[in-house]
């Protein structure tokens, strides 16, 4: 691996072709995987992107005027110093934020680079071309810091929140939701199926955790391999199974964990009230993210619960 310092004029213009390559690839995959739930977003990366193709064919008609034909192929992990940066542009459905965040910081880093390779060169006409281009790294930090307010209309702003929140609730709350439901409700009848029959604090603790664990692990299996979010948007599987399954265990928990308490009574007690609680918090969210009237989602949510929790105390009174 080379120091920058150690670069020559010629290779320093090689590797800014390098670069640039690199970075009209990003902004143009940028724009393919923005295109369908953020289009005046990709746009902008679009034109970005065209715009750093331009910088390439300067530089390699420059380079080619100074040095020949032959250009050496120095990329940016040849080179120390230069950051790798994550492939998110990889990753469907893109996230918005991250990608405007990661734009920002691949023109700091260019702008950078050519203020560096300005100090070094001597030669006029490159001189010239760096300072060009830091310029226009300059004006692109710009963008990416106000994306919002270029080219983007009131109303693609309104279509790209809207965008934005879906994919949110999609890959975030709608798994963890499922969770919550899930552990808070399932765990309800061997729990105080197990509270009843032996009236043994620590007996229905284990109880609780086994059935609380072990739901967890069940769900996240399950929402994993459900589906790979390829085509419904809902995003990496193994992310949301770990939000299904983290959810589904604390959902359990809540219950569970006052039965560490030895007083059966007080346990008991301090364990029902968490459950109403737990389901209020559940018909608040479903109110909140699933457009589901707040006496809807509280009548079904509650009404399931001590269906359940009924079930509960019946078997273990038997």
Same mark, same amino acid.
């Given at each position: 691996?080379?120091?920058?310092?150690?670069?020559?004029?010629?290779?320093?213009?090689?590797?800014?072709?390098?670069?640039?390559?690199?970075?009209?690839?990003? *902004?143009?995959?940028?724009?393919?995987?923005?295109?369908?739930? *953020?289009?005046?977003?990709?746009?902008?990366?679009?034109?970005?992107?065209?715009?750093?193709?331009?910088?390439?064919?300067?530089?390699?008609?420059?380079?080619?005027?100074?040095?020949?034909?032959?250009?050496?192929?120095?990329?940016?992990?040849?080179?120390?110093?230069?950051?790798?940066?994550?492939?998110?542009?990889?990753?469907?459905?893109?996230?918005?934020?991250?990608?405007?965040?990661?734009?920002?910081?691949?023109?700091?880093?260019?702008?950078?680079?050519?203020? /560096?390779?300005?100090?070094?060169?001597?030669?006029?006409?490159?001189?010239?071309?760096?300072?060009?281009?830091?310029?226009?790294?300059?004006?692109?930090?710009?963008?990416?810091?106000?994306?919002?307010?270029?080219?983007?209309?009131?109303?693609?702003?309104?279509?790209?929140?809207?965008?934005?929140?879906?994919?949110?609730?999609?890959?975030? +709350?709608?798994?963890?939701?499922?969770?919550?439901?899930?552990?808070?409700?399932?765990?309800?009848?061997?729990? $105080?199926?197990?509270?009843?029959?032996?009236?043994?604090?620590?007996?229905?603790?284990?109880?609780?955790?086994?059935?609380?664990?072990?739901?967890?692990? /069940?769900?996240? $299996?399950?929402?994993?391999?459900?589906?790979?979010?390829?085509?419904?948007?809902?995003?990496?599987?193994?992310?949301?199974?770990?939000?299904?399954?983290?959810?589904?265990?604390?959902?359990?928990?809540?219950?569970?964990?006052? *039965?560490?308490?030895?007083?059966?009574?007080?346990?008991?007690?301090? @364990?029902?009230?968490?459950? $109403?609680?737990?389901?209020?918090?559940? @018909?608040?969210?479903?109110?909140?993210?699933?457009?589901?009237?707040?006496?809807?989602?509280?009548?079904?949510?509650?009404?399931?619960?001590?269906?359940?929790?009924? +079930?509960?105390?019946?078997?273990?009174?038997?």
């Amino acid at each position: 691996m080379r120091r920058f310092t150690d670069l020559d004029q010629r290779e320093i213009l090689a590797l800014a072709i390098s670069l640039e390559e690199e970075h009209s690839r990003i *902004y143009a995959d940028y724009a393919a995987g923005l295109s369908a739930e *953020y289009p005046a977003t990709a746009k902008v990366f679009s034109e970005i992107g065209e715009e750093e193709s331009a910088h390439r064919r300067w530089l390699i008609e420059l380079f080619q005027k100074k040095f020949g034909n032959h250009i050496p192929l120095i990329r940016r992990h040849d080179v120390a110093g230069l950051v790798r940066h994550d492939p998110i542009w990889m990753v469907r459905p893109l996230g918005i934020e991250k990608v405007r965040h990661q734009a920002e910081e691949i023109e700091e880093e260019t702008r950078e680079f050519y203020a /560096s390779a300005l100090k070094r060169a001597t030669d006029a006409d490159i001189r010239r071309l760096l300072g060009d281009l830091m310029d226009a790294e300059s004006r692109h930090i710009g963008i990416a810091q106000h994306l919002s307010d270029v080219q983007l209309t009131t109303e693609a702003r309104s279509s790209e929140a809207e965008s934005a929140r879906r994919s949110f609730v999609l890959q975030y +709350v709608q798994p963890g939701l499922n969770g919550l439901i899930d552990g808070s409700i399932s765990t309800l009848a061997p729990i $105080f199926a197990a509270a009843f029959a032996t009236h043994n604090t620590w007996q229905t603790f284990l109880v609780g955790i086994a059935a609380s664990i072990g739901a967890g692990i /069940s769900m996240a $299996f399950a929402e994993a391999l459900s589906d790979d979010g390829q085509i419904s948007g809902r995003g990496n599987p193994w992310l949301r199974g770990s939000v299904t399954g983290v959810m589904t265990t604390a959902g359990g928990l809540g219950h569970t964990l006052p *039965y560490l308490i030895s007083d059966f009574r007080t346990a008991t007690t301090i @364990a029902i009230a968490v459950v $109403f609680v737990e389901l209020w918090i559940i @018909a608040g969210v479903r109110s909140r993210f699933m457009d589901t009237a707040f006496w809807r989602a509280a009548v079904e949510v509650v009404a399931g619960g001590l269906i359940v929790f009924g +079930v509960g105390i019946l078997i273990g009174s038997a």
